[in-house]
């Protein structure tokens, strides 16, 4: 069976009808156009699919969505979709495509799942797989014996809000000293400010590193620390085999991975977590629509 | 069938015969003498058990171990026993009771899913349940539906050994500002010596934190708290519904639970975060015994 995949993000809808083997057959993206326009945007994708691929071939529909989400009432209040706040997005598209199953996970749990699936080739497939998604924020996903873990509230994974700085600052979450607080591409910009770099985006930001710039090393060694204290930490509690980044801040390279690599090496004490693989995402955005699918077509048999 | 359940810790082995009721038949404890006494100790434990129990009776055998251990390999280091080096304990245990099955955890993974199936009431069992020791050192292991969570490599749940003190000291185990530097009695000891307090051990700075002595009630404050953001990391990891702390350290009682369950609170930022329930062990040093026999008695049939 073929399945609907969407995938929602802060800023942008996707969607995609993806076949059992892992093919996307036809596609479709649109730029959420204000607060109001959330389900406007929605229908849209789904229709644009749904033009291509007919309703009949389409067999269940998976959904990844940015968090905040709960996924047994199956209702998501993205942050930057201030008119959704509880929004019942599973009944939504039951109604829109009635009588199929319909998934929910978190977008960062997708990304690792489709990572997992179609990022992979099947012989390296890890046993413990984590997913992040280093960007505007940072997010985070495990895939286990290849199941998403998503945990009793379907919050697993929340790697972008666990406490590295103990003495840092307030997180707008509630926490003190949070991975995204030194990690996430707004907060490289902000500290990479304050010490005088000057420069529009994360994406400057990487560039100016990679042009040997102080600061914007600085910065990027900072996230780098950050990111591997809380990498090495999941593995200690998950028993890591691998970890996948994707996300704005990823697409830095070797400007992120190098430094990455190197704080995880360093700071690996105990010998299970120096089998850790840390690489890349080559899946960049599909990540997530392949883990929205697989959200159905690797759901074991009801 | 009955169980024969062995707990090996650190300076002492106890074993037992445990029932699918979760009744104790017999139990057999002895320190460990020396440092080459292991293998004669566990033979004594094991017939100590046997005289009493027909081996007959005796379906199957689970093992709790001090880390590190193999449980693929079916291998223990516990680090205070030099003679045992990779010691095949699994095999050892076979040839005592030919024909049985044989599965071994870690002590603290025991000690979880002993609280998990003797520790709470049937109805209070929580879908994700994370057991801590907090004694000579910090250990920890997961409970997820009922079935322990282990990883690849055997090794999920160390969370003595992750980081909270990213600036702090160099662990023995090879990372840096482990929880265990913080919050292990011997680590508070060493702290409160060196800022004043004359005591012998962990035992007297308890009593003396209970007696409003100054620098003893700041080492349990200092261990709660980086005990609590260890906790809030597993939580934000894992989706924890319960938290359950044994050890020496854990029988400190208000002295610890009070300033833990504050520092709990005042971080816990993410609404699924402050579902979380912190509760000392009510099994005390059962919880291993019952733990050991469960990865027997409740193990899915194969």
Redesign the interface.
């Known amino acids: 069976m073929t399945v609907l995949a969407v995938d929602i993000g802060g800023t942008k809808f996707a969607a995609a009808a993806v076949t059992p083997d892992g093919e996307i057959l036809v596609r479709a993206e649109v730029p959420l156009r204000g607060p109001d326009s959330a389900d406007a945007v929605l229908a849209e994708v789904v229709a644009r699919v749904t033009a291509e691929v007919p309703e009949a071939r389409i067999g269940g529909v998976g959904i990844g969505s940015a968090g905040?989400l709960d996924p047994v009432k199956g209702t998501v209040s993205p942050v930057n979709i201030p008119s959704w706040r509880g929004f019942p997005l599973v009944d939504a598209l039951a109604r829109m495509l009635p009588g199929r199953p319909v998934r929910l996970a978190g977008d960062a749990q997708c990304m690792a799942l489709g990572e997992w699936w179609r990022g992979l080739p099947e012989r390296e497939r890890?046993?413990?797989l984590l997913g992040m998604v280093v960007s505007t924020g940072v997010g985070?996903g495990?895939v286990i014996d290849g199941v998403p873990y998503?945990?009793?509230?379907?919050?697993?994974?929340?790697?972008g809000?666990?406490?590295?700085?103990?003495g840092g600052d307030a997180?707008p979450?509630?926490?003190?000293g949070c991975v995204e607080l030194l990690a996430s591409g707004p907060s490289m910009v902000r500290w990479a400010a304050a010490n005088g770099w000057t420069g529009p985006d994360a994406r400057a930001l990487a560039a100016d590193a990679a042009a040997g710039h102080p600061v914007a090393l600085a910065a990027f060694r900072r996230a780098a620390?950050a990111l591997a204290?809380a990498i090495?930490?999941?593995s200690?509690?998950?028993?890591?085999?691998h970890v996948v980044i994707g996300g704005g801040v990823a697409a830095a390279g070797p400007t992120l991975f190098d430094p990455l690599r190197e704080a995880v090496a360093r700071?690996?004490?105990?010998?299970?977590l120096r089998?850790l693989r840390v690489d890349r995402t080559s899946l960049d955005r599909d990540a997530g629509l392949f883990g929205a699918a697989a959200l159905v077509l690797l759901a074991p048999q009801a």
């Open positions: 905040p890890p046993r413990t985070g495990f998503v945990g009793p509230t379907g919050n697993a994974g929340h790697i809000h666990i406490t590295v700085d103990p997180c979450c509630g926490g003190v620390d204290t090495l930490t999941a200690a509690l998950v028993d890591l085999d700071d690996a004490g105990m010998g299970f089998r």
